[in-house]
């Protein structure tokens, strides 16, 4: 199975914008067996576009494109493979009445440009787009005038906004692609998430015991970000689950508790499911990571149900008046320290009526720093019925990182201490 | 000028790894008037990397690659391209030197397949890489046996690591280009960036006093996201900079104060030096937001000189406890009002002692909704020392663009505020 994608935006090309979708959407494909060949970016400019596509379709099995379906005069792509193809463009009276409720739900009236969106290629399905205006397109290019004897391929428009194109993926195209593209042979792929160890240490704890489901075929990937490191496991064929398993047996034994979590579970919703099946509380003191680890949590749905209360507190002021911090714990050790974290994390969990509480306090940078606490020093606190345990770490990355970092290690200190049956 | 950049990397493919570098050379290479056509993406296989390259000689002037110069199995740029352009690889005896120096300035052994990076295709230059051990090559395809009329192209083979990539490209491609490939025109593009209005209303209100100035050959790009729409003004030619002038004129004739910044401002360090220039302080309570604005904030080196203290107090407990909102108001309005969110204002501006305060109180969904208070429900207030201001807002978003989006409003509500001469 050939896959290409075509990202179109001249704003990719002038570099004003990351193109995130790429890795999104190639990750997703990978992980269902689909693994894109070539991925190919071009302005939002009509030849330019009309060129990428026709090749792509003039080589690839599946070619997906985002971006261009929007109203604006630079949304180019719908048009463009109509032509393309040639295919007439119709009005579709539901998307225009879905269009239409759009804007009455948000009490704006409809733009008349906005109106394009309902446009249909002749023959093409469409992928409601519950989140924006422009649906998605699928087309059956059958036969494919592009390629050698008129092998078929199939075309798919996804919108640009990333909150668009991602639910529509996961829940329209990845259906249509199981059942209009099933692969030939059966493919099995499982990310196990660890975090609190670097990449290296992770291959090398693992690796000795892969080695010979590795021989036997299994593709290993490691995926590295700053406090975290995933491994995928994937097989191909017929005992492709059955190798996974085993593959993923011998992880587990390796990594232990260092594995948070699978799939694309993230550590703050394995902390809230945590807390809530154990019917528990958490208060949350923050200096440094400025509301950060609030902020993560609380993007978990069901959060209120564990969240008592958060402090932002960067001040020594702030830290007294609403934290109960002594004024001479900060006079004896700084700000930034084990005591002050400790104090911090006591407060916050006492105040906030609380059964955990996280306190951080270090220096994100890029200034603050002294010889005795470098940037990067951090202290992290966690509070429990059974007593407070601080965590010194030295995050010496750049700020929006340092902040990410720390994050991740201060609900890791807390998930280790509720891991466990409840 | 015709500018095509190639990138190598099956982890790309596969979305493990995110393509920064393309973000990175398209805004270098537009900033300085190369703007890149195509961009193109591919597994670290040989067939796949010739057939792009190749690709992209028969269109472009200048085509960049980046990764596959390295020591490892995978790395395959360097050979591809000599074999496809027909040149011999010789192993270059100072650059063999620079490696065996990098490995003795480490104390580490140069492993022997370390060596084939020293390898020069016949009449390539060398860029130094002083940064690791692959150095960069230029080749001069003159005639190009894949262009129309053979016309000569340049290649520029770049090294995968960023540390490597970035300084290498700052202080030799950069010169090489505007020494061997001069743009005939000059080009000037500037962005203006507008929050609080949909794409649509942006283009609608500027498009007509824009319109002569597209018909010149002014190039107008807009690039939205959840909360925000950068307006792109580009122009080529000797009279570029005042067609841009123009055009940045007219765009702010029309919008006025719903632009908050240029070029890569954004909002939330628009308010931290609009506070800092007039030596104001800030304070935050947040309810549904859960800790987004603080973060925001303190993402920004230099927050700690104006922001207080922050709350993020989800229950009524908590809004009563810290922020002293009336249990009165909480029964007779419910935590979702315009009344709680000025209590909750006001009780933040006076106890964090702070010459502004914003608070949000509201419902982020997916739960929670009412029938008379649905999902996407926010009041909005700013406090300050002449008021408190409550807007009403409907953001019917998932759960984390609704945070995002209505921090954005609350941060640009503060900053209409704080406009004008300090």
Chains 1, 2 share one sequence.
């Not at 990719?12 to 193109?19: A, E, F, K």
């Not at 071009?42 to 690839?60: K, N």
């Not at 010979?212 to 406090?227: F, H, I, K, M, N």
């Not at 407060?347 to 994100?364: F, K, N, P, Q, S």
Request: glycine share 10%; net charge neutral.
């Amino acid at each position: 199975m050939i896959v290409e994608m075509v990202n179109t935006g001249s704003e990719l090309m002038l570099g004003r914008v990351l193109n995130s979708h790429q890795q999104w959407l190639c990750r997703r494909l990978s992980d269902l067996g689909y693994v894109v060949t070539r991925q190919i970016a071009v302005p939002d400019m009509a030849p330019e576009i009309e060129l990428a596509v026709r090749d792509s379709l003039s080589r690839a099995d599946l070619v997906l494109t985002t971006g261009g379906l929007g109203p604006t005069t630079d949304d180019l792509t719908r048009e463009v493979i109509a032509r393309l193809l040639s295919r007439a463009l119709r009005e579709d009276a539901e998307i225009l009445a879905q269009i239409q409720a759009f804007f009455a739900g948000r009490n704006r009236p409809m733009p008349e440009q906005a109106r394009v969106q309902a446009l249909v290629p002749e023959g093409a399905s469409v992928l409601p787009n519950p989140h924006g205006t422009a649906p998605g397109l699928v087309l059956h290019v059958n036969p494919n005038p592009f390629r050698n004897g008129g092998k078929e391929s199939w075309l798919i428009l996804l919108p640009g906004p990333g909150r668009e194109l991602r639910p529509m993926f996961t829940d329209s195209v990845v259906p249509f692609l199981l059942r209009a593209l099933p692969l030939s042979d059966s493919f099995v792929c499982r990310t196990l998430r660890t975090t609190g160890i670097a990449e290296s240490i992770v291959q090398e704890r693992i690796e000795g015991s892969l080695r010979e489901l590795v021989l036997s075929g299994l593709d290993v990937g490691y995926c590295a970000r700053p406090g975290q490191v995933d491994v995928r496991l994937a097989a191909r064929g017929d005992d492709a689950e059955s190798r996974v398993d085993a593959a993923d047996a011998a992880v587990r034994a390796q990594l232990g508790s260092d594995i948070f979590g699978t799939g694309d579970e993230n550590l703050e919703e394995v902390v809230v499911h945590l807390l809530a099946a154990r019917k528990k509380t958490l208060a949350l003191a923050e200096s440094c990571t400025g509301g950060c680890i609030a902020h993560q949590l609380t993007n978990v749905s069901g959060a209120s149900a564990v969240f008592r209360a958060g402090w932002v507190t960067y001040s020594n002021d702030a830290k007294q008046k609403f934290l109960g911090v002594r004024a001479e714990t900060l006079d004896r050790h700084g700000a930034v320290s084990e005591a002050v974290a400790r104090e911090m994390a006591d407060g916050a969990r006492h105040l906030g009526e609380a059964d955990y509480a996280i306190a951080v306090t270090g220096i994100a940078g890029p200034t603050g720093g002294t010889p005795a606490k470098p940037t990067g020093t951090v202290f992290i606190a966690v509070a429990s019925p059974k007593g407070t345990q601080v965590r010194e770490m030295h995050n010496t990355w750049d700020r929006l990182t340092f902040k990410e970092v720390t994050a991740r290690q201060a609900l890791n200190q807390l998930r280790r201490l509720l891991h466990g049956p409840p």
